[in-house]
């Protein structure tokens, strides 16, 4: 059974830094994928980042291009969103994502909040 798992988010000041991270367990974690997504109140679920599995091509939002970093550590099972310079529209909740033979598994989700 596929399991992710977020965690990492938080209140932070504009021009802060967080960094959340996602488990995934179930699945060949090294073979897939993953991303990063996000739902700010009232908005739609809308994709930050996506990182491939083999060859770590990555794919980035406008919004968050040049501000925010994705990594994987296949080893552990572990995607990571480095997010720097942060902005107030940034607030929303942040959610892992993994799409394994054609199903979208999602985790729970992780609070970050961008305000002073």
């Known amino acids: 059974q596929v399991h992710v798992v977020e965690s990492g988010g938080g209140v932070v000041q504009p021009g802060g830094s967080l960094r959340l991270s996602c488990t995934a367990s179930?699945?060949?974690?090294?073979?897939?994928?993953m991303s990063w997504y996000r739902q700010a109140p009232g908005k739609e679920r809308e994709l930050v980042v996506r990182?491939?599995?083999?060859?770590?091509?990555?794919r980035y939002s406008d919004s968050v291009e040049g501000r925010f970093t994705i990594s994987r550590n296949n080893a552990r099972n572990t995607v990571y969103l480095q997010m720097n310079r942060l902005k107030p529209e940034d607030t929303a909740v942040y959610y892992c994502n993994a799409f394994v033979q054609g199903y979208d598994y999602w985790g729970q989700g992780t609070q970050v909040t961008v305000s002073s």
């Open positions: 179930g699945f060949t974690f090294s073979s897939y994928a």
């Open positions: 990182i491939s599995s083999a060859l770590l091509i990555t």
